[in-house]
């Protein structure tokens, strides 16, 4: 048996009580259960979170960078769903 | 612990990473169809732009080697970066500086695994990165060659080496590459910690015993040369050696200032901290530059860094030697550990089954 049978997990951080996990980075284990310990000892060793997430690189569906233009195009022509768009009296209070 | 990007002229790691990758490059470039010009037209503006390149986008294949190559040398620098201090762990002088060089040791230990992490994201696997490093294909900064004789080479290696690791890993943080940039903004954060233990340490010294002084002092003397000789080979002025990787590495954003400028910013950082602790620095031609706002300092021993380099420093044998009996030693381990990921998976497997069956 080989080490290259040892699958990736992608680590998530929690920083603080409040914020969000965030991505740090990946280690290798050879199940979920090792790898939320490989990555507290390879992303926590000075208290830099409350929480770790892994998930199994695999397993990650992710948009394509090929298509980023087309993907994402949608968005581009809707001004409207800014707030900046709309033209108001100025002398008008919280809004 | 340090990242830096050169080969010798003559070594054939320099080019493609082997003939075959080079003949890939020029028939890949020999038919390009429209979509990778665009993906490379697209490479060029985020360059420009100065943004970062991320994993999956298109990127010409050197640019993809290069990065390959380089963080590899830093990630197995830091791994064989684990041995020279690790050799003083169980003689350190007390629990509080054992407990610091533990826990200094282990930084290395995850710097190395943050570059490896970096590195697999742009398709070379974590075994092949080892391999590449157990069977020599891949260096690692020569500066580990150099054998740690006393303790104050503990402290040397945190002033010094550490220094002039963090000199070039802080520019590094800018790199174009976005987990290459990200893996040294979190190296960065722990070195500051590594340096300073290490000054303090002959700080501790240089306020002892006249000999716990003489050995801070030949503890300078023989990290000092091959410190500034982690910076690489000249790469500006009339010096300068060709074939480097220099410019075409500042051309793509993974470097951002040449060998040169950074060795003589260190210098300048070092000069009054060596002062402050009470050493001579062992160069007679060290001399502050009124003119240029720079110190003047002696020539590198370029003859014993190549030589280092291709394999004759004074422990190069011994940290391969240890770094793949320690692997193999390991494999038990991991074994180990896919045997019993494996039968926690089928006991699963096999309690979904058995809950099925008494339902039915």
């Known amino acids: 048996m080989s080490e290259g049978t040892l699958p990736l997990f992608e680590v998530f951080v929690r920083a603080k009580r409040g914020l969000s996990h965030v991505h740090v980075g990946s280690v290798h284990a050879s199940d979920a259960a090792m790898a939320v310990r490989n990555a507290r000892d390879l992303y926590t060793r000075r208290q830099e979170g409350v929480s770790i997430w892994v998930v199994a690189a695999s397993d990650i569906v992710a948009s394509s960078p090929d298509e980023k233009d087309s993907f994402f195009d949608p968005a581009g022509d809707k001004i409207y769903r800014h707030p900046t768009f709309y033209e108001v009296p100025e002398d008008v209070e919280y809004l | 612990m340090y990242g830096n990007d050169f080969a010798e002229p003559d070594d054939p790691g320099a080019g493609p990473l082997n003939a075959a990758d080079g003949g890939a490059v020029e028939a890949a470039a020999a038919h390009v169809d429209t979509k990778a010009r665009e993906g490379l037209a697209s490479f060029d503006a985020i360059i420009a732009a100065d943004q970062r390149i991320e994993p999956r986008d298109a990127m010409p294949e050197e640019y993809r080697q290069t990065l390959i190559r380089q963080i590899a040398q830093h990630a197995h620098s830091e791994i064989i970066g684990m041995q020279p201090e690790g050799n003083w762990i169980t003689r350190a002088p007390s629990l509080r500086r054992k407990a610091i060089l533990i826990a200094k040791v282990q930084d290395e230990a995850g710097h190395g695994l943050y570059l490896y992490s970096a590195a697999e994201t742009l398709g070379i696997t974590r075994e092949e990165l080892l391999d590449r490093l157990h069977t020599g294909k891949q260096k690692y900064s020569s500066i580990f060659n150099y054998p740690t004789l006393t303790w104050a080479d503990c402290g040397a290696i945190g002033w010094l080496v550490d220094g002039a690791a963090i000199m070039n890993q802080v520019p590094l943080c800018r ?83 040449s060998n040169d400028d950074l060795r003589q910013k260190f210098v300048d950082m070092t000069v009054p901290q060596a002062a402050r602790l009470g050493v001579t620095l062992p160069d007679p031609d060290l001399l502050w530059n009124e003119e240029r706002g720079h110190y003047d300092f002696g020539e590198i021993d370029w003859d014993e860094f190549w030589r280092v380099i291709k394999g004759d420093g004074a422990c190069n044998a011994a940290r391969i030697e240890r770094r793949v009996s320690s692997h193999e030693q390991g494999a038990w381990v991991r074994e180990a550990a896919t045997a019993y990921a494996a039968k926690q998976r089928e006991r699963a497997d096999g309690a979904v089954g058995a809950g099925e069956g008494s339902a039915a």
């Open chain 2, 175 to 257: 790199c174009s590459y976005g987990p290459y940039a990200r893996a040294m903004i979190r190296t960065c954060k722990e070195e500051s910690f590594h340096q300073r233990q290490g000054f303090e340490l002959l700080w501790e010294l240089m306020r002892g015993t006249p000999e716990q002084q003489a050995m801070a002092q030949d503890a300078t003397n023989r990290w000092w040369w091959p410190a500034l000789a982690m910076f690489g080979p000249r790469d500006t002025g009339e010096h300068a050696v060709t074939g480097g990787h220099t410019e075409q590495s500042m051309a793509w954003g993974i470097k951002r200032f």
